[in-house]
C-alpha cells in the first residue's frame, strides 16, 4: 500500500491513440465506398447521437465503439464486421500512435521513487486501450488499470476508482478532460492536475501550474478549481511533489 495514489488518463493526456488518425478515417472510408453522401460530419453526429446520452446517463456502454458503429451500419445498411480492436492493433505504430514528450521518463522516475501507486483510469474500454499503451512499453509502469469494462462504472463515479484506492490516503488525477478528470474526481476529495490541450485565457506559460490553475476562469458549466494547470509532462513531477508535500505536512 502506497499513501499516495496517481490516476493516469490516456488519451490526450499521454498519447493519441491511433483510432484519430486511422481507424475513424478507415471506417468512414468505407461506410462512403457504400454511400458516398456520407461525410465526416454525418458520420461523428451519428456516432455521437448514440455516444452522448449515454454518456450523460452514466453507462459504460457509452465508448463501446463496436456497438456503436455496428448501429450505424445498420442504419445505413452498411456490412461491418472488421473488430475495431483489430484496427487498432495494426495501426498502434508511428504516424498513428503516438506518445507526448517526456512521459516515459515522468512515469518511470514517478514508479521507481517508490512513494506513488500508478493507474491508468480511461473510459475507453480495455481492449481498445490495450494495444497502444502494449506498443509504447506503458504496461510495466502501473499497479492498476481502471477502465469502464473493468470496473463496471464510467470515470467520475466513486467505483470507477474503488478498486485502487487500496488505503492510499491521497488521490491525484492527471487529465484533459475537465468533468471526468478534474470537476468529478474533486467532488470526490481528489485532488486534480489539469492538462488542457491549450491553456485556458488568463493564464500563460511563464506561471507555474498552481499559478494558472489560481489564475484561470473555471471553464463552464463547471464549479470546482483544478489544482495545478500543466502543458506538459515536463511540468508534472514538481506539481506531485508539491501537492503530496502540501497534504501531508498539514
Ligand atoms: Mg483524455
Known sequence: MKRTLLFFDLDDTILQNPMVDAVFPAIFDYFRSYHPELTDEILWKELNGILYPRYHARKIEAFDWDEMVQQVAQKYGVPFDTPIEK????????????????????????????????????????RYQKPSVKALGLLDYFDYILTPDRTGYLKGSPGFYQSALNGSKLQITIGDQYDADVEEPLQLGFHAVWRPAQLPV?????????????????????????????????????????????????
Open 87 to 126: 484496427m487498432i492493433e495494426e495501426n498502434a505504430h508511428s504516424p498513428y500512435l503516438r506518445i507526448f514528450d517526456h512521459v516515459h521518463e515522468v512515469l518511470s522516475a514517478l514508479k521507481t521513487d517508490g512513494k506513488y501507486s500508478l493507474a491508468i483510469g480511461t473510459n475507453g474500454h480495455w
Open 202 to 250: 488568463g493564464t500563460d506559460r511563464d506561471q507555474s501550474p498552481f499559478e494558472r490553475a489560481l489564475a484561470m476562469d473555471i471553464p463552464s458549466p463547471y464549479s470546482l478549481r483544478a489544482d495545478a494547470v500543466i502543458t506538459g509532462f515536463s511540468e508534472l513531477i514538481p506539481v506531485i511533489e508539491e501537492i503530496d508535500r502540501r497534504f501531508f505536512d498539514n
